[in-house]
């Protein structure tokens, strides 16, 4: 009845319900030419994928169906890849913000180059140096600002490297 072949690995399941459901629909007159809608549909039962011939077969006992889906045409599309790893110049806000009294700033470089993070009042007067030295490519930098010695208020951080500056702003609350 049916064959078996070592290349197409077809499940028994299909075989074995394919021939009895053509007997008991002659004998009861089903309609195989009804297409599934999610109202008909139940659970399937077995589920087999044939990837070579595009095809994915699924057994619904319920209905007394076996159905083949053609999914050759298919096709998809790549996710695109993000990297944990920085391609860029960057400075995030720091966290938590506002703070007391400390708070984390984090940083990266997309070549390794001289950096300086650098903390100013709003008059423009440095108050703090948190980071100076080479900043390695593509690595992630965070560092702990405290700023016990600060009064409250707002205060504008930098990052500068050849490549360029970047200022953000944080408030310290006490």
Known sequence: MCSWLPHQLLLLVVCTIIFPLKSFSQQHSLSASAAPTASSFTYPQSLYIDSKAGQIWVTDFSNNRVMRFDVSSLTSVENERTSAIPSEYLLMQNYPNPFNPTTTI?????????????????????????FSGIA???????????????AS???????????GSIVKKMTVIK
């Open 106 to 130: 984090t940083f990266s470089s997309a070549k390794t180059a001289q950096v300086q993070l650098i903390v100013n009042d709003l008059l423009g007067r440095q108050v703090a140096t948190v």
């Open 136 to 150: 390695s490519a593509q690595r992630i930098y965070t560092v702990a600002f405290d700023a016990r010695n600060l």
């Open 153 to 163: 208020g707002i205060y504008l951080y930098s990052l500068h490297s050849p490549d």
